[in-house]
């Protein structure tokens, strides 16, 4: 099949809001953009699903015109909030960026049509499809060259330098050649490396581990946020954040002993990490705790139950959130009954996002040079721990992303030859010539499981050690996978396989970070070195890209406002400090 080649100044790779906000900056800037995306157009990846909220001061949400909190919020204590929940892990320089161009982003959505929900002191909601259609048209009216259903598979690298990317496009089997002096990788986060999960199919970490293997540097990638209370029976609800949403109302959680197993901690800790944005940590640590001490459900959680909360307070907010139980094209019929009788729905920890990624400076480059990232792969403002809009964050570096690197192509050149291309061709091709092997699908489910079950809010050093052998024996065994058919269009097992490579890279780097990190901060909680040591280990985990060989370094992270205390504490003492610390600022959900 004839291969095809495609011309641009900026390539952005990703479907989601941070692509399209950075297609945009680009076209801003007058560059030609075009952007890549492996499902159909603003219909894949994180963003349609999310809630969705777009977070900012109550100072200058009140500037645009909403209520917000103005005297008793400002940018700086947004700042200051956002360190303490990320454990003071966080890239200040990023962040400091999040805080001061979030309410212009705003501001543009809104220009460009974004209908609001609702809104309060520190947010405004919408919905994740309202937001990424509003990209979408914006994209479309600036002439952004729109490209679906195509899986970039590599980066092109010529004398040190991104020259573009070689990709494959789904439904025809047919690779193109992107030629590029400037990449905006913005490929979402890795969620199908795990089994259950809360995200699309699509997101299997290509962006992260294709820059990685073309030279950029990756980091922080054992912290991994795992929402508490999604649904995790009847198979149809696996996965939802349905449920997640109704425990806003309150409730219990309950074991397999019928015992509120949230009793035994802290009444502050489990007053703020139930009703509070710190739930996703704080909840899904405590769930897990009852799992890994045999006190757990069937599929690996514990049972949320109405108790004492009045049915129809559920009913009025199904008419609100889920008219008709409905909920993302998900039928909750039946949800209702078990509320309404009282009964346990099997809920638990699973994973959502990804606070680790590709490093960018504050202009949004890479370390390789050309590539710039946005959106949840990279290494974000977040820290340990995010609690605040991902979908602001998107929009942010997704805009200043794409106008960095439409200023860097204006002054570069692609002089590339075809085999730097060619190569990588031939790579990708070569699964499509087994005719016999094992089959990627199966050799997949092993790992996403081992994956939730090792990387999950709770680690154990012996099952880190065991992942790790699995994910090298599995690596070892990536050359005998074979499609079930050598058809090009729409080749199942092909795409099964290329996913896997990607989603074997990224476990190994999270499994050596997590190992390596040897105490618990955030999202990150190790059963032997249950201390928060900011002595040690106030340090992002490394792992730079060097040929053939993985090894990790530290760094410390950006601080330009709020200085980390010193000192050790016990785990849970520090969610309590860091809780006590922050400011409640519009801090409900
Ligand atoms: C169920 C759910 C609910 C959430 N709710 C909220 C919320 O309410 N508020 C909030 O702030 N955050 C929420 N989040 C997180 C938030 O939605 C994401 O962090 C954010 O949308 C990420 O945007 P993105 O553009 O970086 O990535 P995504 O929106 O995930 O987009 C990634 C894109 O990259 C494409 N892609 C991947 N690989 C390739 C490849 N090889 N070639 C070409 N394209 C590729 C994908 O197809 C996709 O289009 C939620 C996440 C989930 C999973």
């Not at 802290?266 to 899904?284: I, Q």
């Not at 009964?343 to 920890?349: L, T, Y």
Request: proline share 5%; with cysteine.
């Amino acid at each position: 099949m004839k291969k095809a080649v495609i011309e641009t100044d900026v390539l952005v790779i990703g479907g989601g809001g941070a692509a399209f906000r950075a297609a945009i900056g680009a076209r801003e800037m007058s560059t030609r953009a075009a952007m890549v995306s492996k499902g159909p157009l603003a219909r894949c990846g994180a963003t349609p699903m999310a809630g969705a909220d777009f977070t900012l001061d109550g100072l200058s949400l009140s500037k645009l015109g909403f209520p917000g909190e103005p005297e008793k919020d400002s940018p700086e204590t947004f700042f200051s909030d956002i360190v303490h929940q990320g454990f003071f892990l966080n890239n200040q320089k990023l962040l400091e960026q999040y805080v001061a161009t979030a309410p212009q982003c705003l501001k543009e959505l809104l220009d460009w049509g974004m209908p609001v929900r609702s809104s309060e002191q520190r947010a405004i909601y919408t919905t994740g499809i309202a937001m990424v259609d509003t990209l979408h048209r914006q994209a479309r009216r600036l002439g952004v060259d729109l490209i679906e259903d195509v899986m970039i598979l590599d980066l092109a690298v010529s004398e040190g330098r991104v020259v573009g990317a070689v990709g494959l496009e789904i439904k025809t089997g047919r690779i193109i050649h992107f030629r590029a002096p400037a990449v905006v990788m913005a490929t979402g986060g890795w969620h199908k490396a795990f089994w259950p999960n809360t995200g699309m199919r699509d997101l299997s970490g290509d962006g992260i581990a294709m820059s990685h293997r073309a030279g950029a540097d990756i980091g922080n990638m054992e912290f991994i946020t795992f929402c508490c209370n999604i649904a995790l029976s009847p198979p149809r609800w696996r996965g939802s954040l349905a449920t997640y949403i109704l425990t806003f109302i309150g409730g219990s959680l309950i074991n397999s002993r019928g015992e509120t197993f949230l009793d035994q901690y802290d009444p502050f800790v489990v007053d703020k990490g139930w009703f509070m944005e710190w739930n996703k940590g704080f909840l899904s640590y405590a769930s897990a705790r009852e799992v890994r001490e045999g006190r757990g459900s069937p599929l690996g959680g514990v049972w949320y139950l109405r108790g004492s909360i009045p049915w129809e307070k559920y009913e009025q907010m199904a008419l609100a959130i889920f008219p008709k139980w409905k909920y993302k094209a998900l039928d909750l019929a039946g949800m209702d009954t078990l509320l309404k009788e009282n009964r346990g729905i099997e809920v638990g920890p699973v994973v959502e996002y990804f606070d680790g990624g590709i490093v960018v400076d504050e202009n949004l480059r890479t370390t390789l040079p050309g590539l710039f990232a946005a959106g949840e792969c990279t290494l974000g403002p977040f820290g340990a721990n995010r609690v605040c809009a991902a979908t602001t964050e998107m929009l942010v570096h997704g805009r200043d992303a794409g106008r960095h690197a439409a200023e860097y192509a204006k002054g570069a050149s692609v002089h590339a030859a075809d085999s730097v291309f060619s190569d990588l061709t031939e790579k990708a091709e070569q699964p499509l010539l087994r005719k016999k092997g094992r089959s990627p699908g199966e050799v997949r489910r092993r790992i996403q499981q081992q994956a939730h079950q090792a990387l999950g809010p709770i680690r154990k050093t012996d099952e880190l050690e065991g992942f790790q052998r699995l994910l090298e024996e599995t690596e070892a065994g990536l050359s005998e996978l074979a499609p079930q058919s050598g058809v090009r269009a729409y080749n199942k097992g092909w795409l099964d396989i290329l996913e896997l490579r990607n989603i074997v890279h990224l476990l190994k780097a999270a499994t050596m970070s997590a190992l390596h990190r040897k105490e618990s901060r955030g999202v990150h909680f190790r059963e032997e070195f249950p201390l928060t040591d900011n002595d040690s280990w106030l340090k992002e985990t490394i792992v730079p890209y060097r040929p053939g060989k993985w090894e990790i370094v530290t760094r410390k992270p950006s601080v330009t406002q709020v200085k980390p205390a010193s000192g050790k504490v016990g785990y849970l003492d520090m969610w309590k400090q860091m809780m006590a610390a922050h400011s409640e600022v519009g801090g409900h959900h």
